[in-house]
């Protein structure tokens, strides 16, 4: 026996939903975006996170153009500064490379990265 409803029936319900304000893949992609751009997630994991789960390219460009460079500069500054003790404690040659790669796995992008861990080795000395 097959399950749930046909295409056909999906779509209307669907549509039906989007009409009444119930289904915005718009304002998900900018809740999405502001909620997890505060916990220090950079645009390109942001922009990953929303294509898995399936919002159009448009919506995710437009709700990524919210966030400001010199805020996801600020949030990579803080980032590293919460993690860098424990990187130097474990590991004192180590820890610059291990905070750029998780300021990219975070999301960041590269120059901003490189800016980070530049200042952070600088301020390490």
């Not at 009409?19 to 718009?26: F, I």
């Not at 180590?94 to 530049?118: E, K, S």
Request: no cysteine; hydrophobic share 50%; glycine share 8%.
């Amino acid at each position: 026996m097959r399950r749930g409803a046909s295409k056909d029936i999906a779509a209307e319900v669907v549509a039906d939903l989007a009409g009444r304000g119930y289904v915005d893949d718009a304002a998900f992609a900018r809740h999405w975006v502001t909620t997890r751009a505060a916990r220090g997630y950079g645009a390109a994991r942001l922009r990953a996170e929303l294509r898995a789960r399936g919002v159009a390219t448009a919506l995710v460009d437009a709700a990524l153009a919210t966030l400001e460079g010199e805020d996801q500069l600020a949030q990579a500054r803080a980032l590293a500064r919460r993690r860098l003790p424990a990187l130097r404690r474990a590991n004192p040659e180590r820890a610059a490379t291990r905070l750029r790669d998780q300021l990219l796995r975070r999301g960041f992008a590269a120059g901003i990265v490189a800016r980070v861990v530049r200042e952070s080795a600088g301020a390490g000395e």
